[in-house]
């Protein structure tokens, strides 16, 4: 049996939010913190650190969805994210596979 990626995962999630938004009012956008380079050798960072890869709003509710493999952990910075989240009243999940995002919207 193969083990997806977190790469493979994400692009599983996206996909399916793509396909429920074209049936169910959904907003949803890859959010994750990086780093980017110019062509001057300028570095800016984008994003908050820890933000959850993927942000969501449906049914009125903001839900941050980190995605890991079967093995994966949270950095501390992204445990960081889901406290605040959730405490603002926001839900928070760490995606594994399609199952678990199927059981989230459904």
């Not at 429920?20 to 956008?29: N, Q």
């Not at 596979?97 to 199927?102: Q, R, S, V």
């Amino acid at each position: 049996m193969r083990i997806a990626t977190e790469a493979q995962i994400q692009r599983g999630v996206l996909d399916y939010l793509e396909l429920l938004s074209r049936k169910k009012p959904i907003y949803y956008f890859r959010s994750a913190a990086g780093m980017v380079r110019t062509e001057q050798g300028r570095v800016f960072k984008t994003g908050k650190p820890g933000t959850p890869d993927i942000s969501v709003c449906f049914d009125g509710l903001f839900i941050g969805l980190e995605i890991k493999t079967m093995t994966g952990r949270q950095s501390a910075l992204q445990k960081k994210a889901q406290t605040e989240i959730e405490a603002a009243g926001g839900k928070y999940y760490i995606i594994r596979c399609l199952e678990d995002i199927w059981k989230i919207l459904s």
